[in-house]
């Protein structure tokens, strides 16, 4: 059997029909930057969200970075953020002039440490950036209260957490704002790039719609330095065909997650742990290699991820690798001065995430074809 790491083909043949329909609407009006559709679709998702405004932007880094520079967040300031993410968030933050500061993630969840946080604040620190790693909620109390007892702001990273929820609140709805990526990959994909910030600071969502059309209020006056990041009227009107079926689609990728944390069981894979104040949205299904840092060494820390790839691969399985090289040993980061061993747990998660196929539209076969491999793994 054959199982891609991911496909888009059942929700393709689901929605062609309104995705072509849609294509037709916005090419009839001849009009593809800020218009209808993008109109539209920022009302619905901020009300989907529980926020009170949404700005589309060109994609996911975008939203971070125009978001950070509306809080006039830049040069001698720093931003927290966790040591295991994707690299947009870290660039993000650069690219507003401030310092990047890692924090450690709890080594269950992947997601930032808050017991770490405040070690970390400075005099400096104007921000935390906590990401909703593979669509499973930080856990934002603690955050919220570190934030409020040092006045700072709070910038969600959610883009890999469309619709998942804290304590039955959306993610995206409890910081100052929020971004959010539609690479065609996430839970609610675009057909390109695309993005959006959201937050319930009316001037706030006027200054990052300023920054994303450089830096103009209006056509040819520019208040600010801006960029050229907007959502084009056919992104968001692919976006606004799958919207009304995001919670249909996360619930399909639950039922997923779910088969393979009740039927994995071997003992030498580490399977995701849930925050039970959580509901995750499983845009990544990421498991670990058991034991690794303990028995084999730091020094074959990775050898196992390795053995599994192999199998799996072999078997028709595919695997993805969420991230391979941590953010503090990636080349452009190499004038921050961090060496090997600096932030150990990011580098453990590097070495032993293995993620495996999670898409809407998995058949139970597939799913249990996976497992069934999985169980059967002896390294």
């Not at 934002?140 to 957490?161: F, G, R």
């Not at 639950?254 to 894979?269: C, D, H, Q, S």
Request: glycine share 8%; hydrophobic share 35%.
């Amino acid at each position: 059997m054959k199982i891609p790491f991911v496909t888009f083909k059942p929700l393709e043949a689901e929605l062609d029909a309104e995705i072509r329909a849609a294509f037709e609407r916005v090419y009839s009006r001849s009009w593809y930057v800020e218009g209808e559709e993008d109109e539209a679709f920022e009302k619905a998702f901020a009300e989907y969200c529980g926020t009170s405004y949404c700005v589309g932007v060109g994609n996911g880094l975008d939203s971070l970075m125009l978001t950070l520079k509306g809080l006039g967040i830049g040069k001698h300031d720093e931003v927290i953020v966790p040591s295991n993410t994707f690299i947009a968030t870290a660039l993000a933050v650069t690219y507003t002039g401030a310092r990047v500061v890692f924090v450690e993630p709890d080594i269950r969840t992947f997601e930032i440490n808050p017991n770490l946080i405040e070690q970390a604040i400075t005099p400096r620190t104007k921000a935390i950036v906590p990401v909703h790693l593979y669509g499973q909620p930080c856990d934002m109390d603690p955050i919220m209260e570190i934030a409020k007892k040092y006045n700072l702001y709070v910038i969600e990273d959610c883009a890999q957490a469309h619709g998942a929820t804290y304590k039955k609140q959306r993610v995206g709805s409890f910081g100052t704002a929020a971004g959010f990526s539609f690479y065609p990959g996430k839970n609610l994909g675009a057909l390109g790039d695309a993005g959006a910030s959201v937050t319930n600071d009316k001037a706030l969502a006027a200054k990052i719609r300023a920054l994303g059309n450089y830096g103009s209020d209006y056509k040819y006056h520019h208040i600010y330095k801006g960029n050229n990041s907007r959502l084009d009227e056919l992104q968001a009107a692919f976006l606004s065909v799958k919207l009304p079926r995001l919670d249909k689609m996360n619930d399909n990728r639950r039922a997923t997650a779910k088969k393979y944390l009740e039927g994995i069981k071997n003992p030498n894979v580490i399977l995701p742990f849930v925050n039970p104040d959580t509901n995750p949205v499983w845009h990544i299904f990421g498991i670990r290699v058991k034991t690794e840092a303990e028995e084999l060494g730091r020094a074959k820390l990775g050898a196992g991820r390795i053995s599994l790839e192999k199998y799996l691969n072999n078997a028709g399985i595919g695997t993805n690798k969420h991230y391979p090289i941590p953010m503090h040993l990636q080349e452009c980061y190499k004038d921050m001065g961090f060496k090997k061993g600096d932030f150990p747990i990011a580098e453990e998660i590097s070495a032993t995430e293995l993620s495996i196929p999670m898409y809407y539209g998995m058949k139970d076969e597939e799913v249990q074809y996976v497992i069934d491999k999985l169980n059967e793994w002896n390294p």
